[in-house]
Every structure is written in C-alpha cells, then in structure tokens.
C-alpha cells in the first residue's frame, strides 16, 4: 500500500488549503484513511480520519469547525479541506491507512503511511 499526501503549501492566518491522499489501493471497502501532523520536537497527532465504505468521520478537538474530510472512491482519493488556518497549524501533515474499518486518531493504529506535505501558516 503507498500513500501520496500533496497540497501543503504557504498560506495566511484565515486562509484555506485542502490537501490530498492519493492510495495506491482501492479504499472503497477495507480502509480507514487518517490525517496527522507532526512539527519538529513534537509527537505526531492525530488530525481528522475516514472511514471505510460507511464513510463515519471524527476530528480532533483542536481543529473541528475547520475541517472537513471526505473521499473520493473512484478516484482513491481522501481529501481535507482546512479552513480559518493558525499559525499553530503550521506542521508537516500526513495521510495513512489502516486495515480494521474503524476511525481512529492514534498513531500507532495506522500500518501505512506516506510521506507528508509541509504547511506552513504565516501570522
């Protein structure tokens, strides 16, 4: 399983930016996709995450308002669309899968991950 997280980038306090995963695998069925976020000297937290085919969503409580994170089957594709960006969510973010079909924001449960895609939001 490979995962591709692409369009991080720099933006302005209150700015919007919505980042994708592309999976190598279909995630129509087997696979939670999760969001996390790590800034250097921290651990990696989780952030948002999908479910299977249900489709069932949780976010974390210190970006839920601003976030929404949906799929795109035919394309294999998770998005998260980030809203009233902070400078604290400057951060590399992350996308990963797992196998058991439940949403779940805890690192340690994720078997795949991908390389992360830098934001970067200026004050």
């Known amino acids: 399983v490979q995962l591709q997280a692409s369009g991080g980038g720099l933006v302005q306090t209150g700015g919007s930016l919505r980042l994708s995963c592309v999976v190598s695998?279909?995630?129509?069925?087997?696979?939670?996709i999760g969001w996390f976020r790590q800034v250097p000297g921290k651990e990696r937290e989780g952030v948002s995450c999908i479910s299977d085919s249900v489709g069932v969503t949780r976010y974390a409580e210190s970006m839920k308002g601003r976030l929404t994170i949906s799929r795109n089957n035919a394309k294999n594709t998770v998005y998260l669309q980030m809203n009233s960006l902070k400078p604290e969510d400057t951060a590399v973010y992350y996308c990963a899968a797992r196998t058991i079909q439940s949403c779940s924001l805890y690192v340690t449960e994720y078997e795949y991950w991908g390389r992360g895609t830098q934001v970067t939001v200026s004050s």
């Open positions: 695998i279909s995630t129509r069925d087997y696979y939670t």
